[in-house]
C-alpha cells in the first residue's frame, strides 16, 4: 500500500493529512494498536522469585493501573559459555523454543498468558534474531547459520562479546527462525513480537517473516530501531523506538539545548506519517541498567516527560517499576529485585494518563484522521504545547520543560473551548483567557 502524505505547518503546528488507495493490513495497525499501551516486565527482577508464577499475581494490580500490553524480556534459556555476570543475559539464548527454568516451565507461561488474556491484556515477547549465545543448540546442529571470521571462528556481536551474530544469507536459518517464532505463536497465543535489534537484521527478513507468521493470527510488531534512521523497517513493523527522540530530550536536559531543537525533532517525526507508530518512554531496560533512571536523565522534568510518552501520537512505553517510582539502576547480569512498597506512588499518574489514551479518540497511534498541532506561548523557549484533534474531540497538553517557574500564555488559534483538566477534574473555558502559572515540574492536559 502506499500512503499520500501532506504536511502543513501552520505557525508551529503540525498537520498530518493521509489519504490511501488501498488498505494492507501488513501496513495498518488493528485498531487495538492504536489505542493500546505497553508495560516491559523484567522478570528476573520484578519479584524476589523472579518467575513467571510470582509475576501472575501482580497482573491485576496492572490492570486496575490501565495497563494494556504485556511486553515480556527474552524468556528463553540463557547460554552459558562466555556469560556475563552469574546469571548471564536474557539476550544471549541457548535455544529458540524452550523457557529459561530461571523463571519456571513451559506450562507456568502458558498459564501466566491464558490469565493475561483473561484479564484482557495482549501479550507480546521480546524476539532476538540477530545472535544467539556461544552455547545455542544450533552452534552444533548448524554451525552453518553464523557469520564466521576469516580464521572460522563465531562471528562475535559489535561490542558484545557474549553473543555471536547469525548468517541472514543463509535460507535455511531464516526458515528454521521463521518456524520458532511460530512456534510459541501457536504453543502458547501470544499476540506481537518486541524485535532486538530489528534494524540490525536485514529488512527483507522481516518482510519475510511478518507474512509467514500472521498466517496464524494477526500480531502486533514493535521493532527496536528509529525510523528516521531506518525508514524502510517501518513499512514491516508496527512501531518503532523513537531513539533520537529518548538521546535528543535527555541532552536538552543535562547540556541546556534549546527547546526549539526538541520541536523540530518532533517535525521530523510527524513527517514519517502514520503507517506505522513510535514508542515514546522516559525508561526501559537498556536506559535503566546502562545510562540511568528517568530521574537521573531527566531530573525536575521527569513527569512531563511521562505525560508527553502518553500523549503524544504513537504508543506509550513503561518499564518495570516507574509506577513506585523505581529510583535505582537494577542490575542486568545478576538477581536485582525490584524494592517494592506498598504504595504504587505513581500508579494513579499513570492510571490516569493511560486511561485517556485508551478512551479519548484524539489520542489514537497511528490514525489519520488525528491532527497534532503544537501552540505557540509567550514562553516558547520553556514551554510545550500541542493540542491533539480528531473531529469533535480534543486534548491539550501543557509541559513545562525548564527548570524553572514560568509565566506564560497560549496565543493560537488552534486552542478554543471549554476543557476538562483530566487530574484535578476542573473544567476551563480557554474563551476566557489562556494563561497559566507553572511550578517547577508541573504539566496540564485537558480534554474537549
Known amino acids: 500500500m502506499k500512503k499520500l502524505i501532506l504536511l502543513a505547518i501552520i505557525g508551529l503546528g503540525i498537520v498530518s493529512c493521509t489519504t490511501q488507495n488501498t488498505i494492507n493490513?501488513?501496513?495498518?495497525?488493528?485498531?487495538?494498536?492504536?489505542?493500546?499501551?505497553?508495560?516491559?516486565?523484567?522478570?528476573?527482577?520484578?519479584?524476589p522469585e523472579g518467575t513467571f508464577k510470582a509475576f501472575e499475581k501482580e497482573m491485576?494490580?496492572?490492570k486496575k493501573m490501565g495497563v494494556r500490553t504485556l511486553w515480556f524480556m527474552p524468556i528463553t534459556p540463557i547460554a552459558k559459555q562466555n556469560k556475563k555476570g552469574s546469571l548471564g543475559s536474557p539476550y544471549a539464548a541457548s535455544d529458540y523454543t524452550s523457557i529459561n527454568p530461571e523463571f519456571g516451565t513451559m506450562n507456568d507461561f502458558?498459564?501466566?498468558i491464558n490469565e493475561a488474556h483473561r484479564l484482557g491484556f495482549k501479550v507480546i515477547i521480546d524476539w532476538v534474531a540477530n545472535h544467539t549465545g556461544w552455547d545455542h543448540v544450533w552452534t552444533k546442529t548448524h554451525p552453518e547459520f553464523y557469520l564466521k571470521d576469516p580464521d572460522g571462528k563465531f562471528h562475535i556481536a559489535s561490542g558484545m562479546d557474549d553473543i555471536i551474530e547469525l548468517d541472514y544469507k543463509n535460507q535455511e536459518m531464516r526458515l528454521?527462525?521463521?518456524?520458532?517464532?511460530?512456534?510459541?505463536?501457536?504453543?502458547?497465543?501470544?499476540?506481537?513480537?518486541r524485535c532486538d535489534l530489528a534494524s540490525w537484521v536485514e529488512v527483507d527478513f522481516w518482510q519475510q517473516?511478518?507474512?509467514?507468521?500472521?498466517?496464524?493470527?494477526?500480531?502486533?510488531?514493535?521493532?527496536?530501531?528509529?525510523?528516521l534512521e531506518s525508514p524502510e523497517y517501518g513499512k514491516v513493523f508496527d512501531a518503532s523506538y523513537s531513539w533520537k527522540w529518548m538521546h535528543k530530550s535527555a541532552d536538552y536536559y543535562k547540556k541546556n539545548e534549546p527547546l526549539q531543537e526538541l520541536k523540530d525533532l518532533l517535525l521530523q517525526y510527524s513527517k514519517i506519517g502514520d503507517n506505522s507508530m513510535r514508542a515514546w518512554f522516559t525508561a526501559n531496560h537498556d536506559e535503566n541498567s546502562?545510562?540511568?533512571?528517568?530521574?537521573?536523565?531527566?531530573?525536575?522534568?521527569?513527569?512531563p516527560m511521562a505525560v508527553f510518552s502518553a500523549t503524544w501520537n504513537g504508543v506509550p512505553l513503561l518499564y518495570s517499576g516507574q509506577e513506585l517510582p523505581n529510583m535505582k539502576r537494577l542490575e542486568f547480569f545478576e538477581k536485582d529485585a525490584i524494592k517494592w512498597t506498598n504504595t504504587y506512588q505513581m500508579a494513579e499518574f499513570y492510571k490516569t494518563l493511560l486511561e485517556l489514551k485508551s478512551s479519548n479518540p484524539a489520542l489514537r497511534g497511528g490514525d489519520p484522521n488525528v491532527s497534532t498541532y503544537l501552540l505557540n506561548t509567550t514562553a516558547n523557549d520553556k514551554i510545550l504545547a500541542y493540542v491533539r484533534k480528531n473531529g469533535k474531540d480534543e486534548v491539550l497538553v501543557v509541559l513545562n520543560m525548564s527548570k524553572e517557574p514560568v509565566n506564560f500564555s497560549i496565543e493560537d488559534q488552534n486552542l478554543s473551548g471549554t476543557f476538562r483538566n483530566i487530574f484535578d477534574r476542573?473544567?476551563?473555558?480557554?474563551g476566557d483567557g489562556k494563561d497559566f502559572t507553572f511550578k517547577v515540574s508541573d504539566y496540564a492536559v485537558f480534554e474537549k
Open 25 to 47: 493490513t501488513m501496513d495498518l495497525p488493528k485498531e487495538w494498536k492504536r489505542t493500546t499501551n505497553i508495560y516491559e516486565v523484567n522478570v528476573r527482577q520484578y519479584t
Open 60 to 62: 491485576p494490580r496492572l
Open 110 to 112: 502458558k498459564h501466566m
Open 176 to 193: 528454521a527462525m521463521i518456524d520458532a517464532m511460530k512456534f510459541w505463536v501457536k504453543e502458547t497465543g501470544i499476540d506481537g513480537f
Open 209 to 227: 517473516v511478518r507474512p509467514e507468521v500472521e498466517k496464524i493470527k494477526p500480531l502486533f510488531w514493535l521493532g527496536e530501531f528509529d525510523e
Open 290 to 303: 546502562w545510562n540511568g533512571t528517568e530521574y537521573e536523565k531527566y531530573g525536575v522534568i521527569t513527569k
Open 426 to 430: 476542573t473544567k476551563r473555558d480557554f
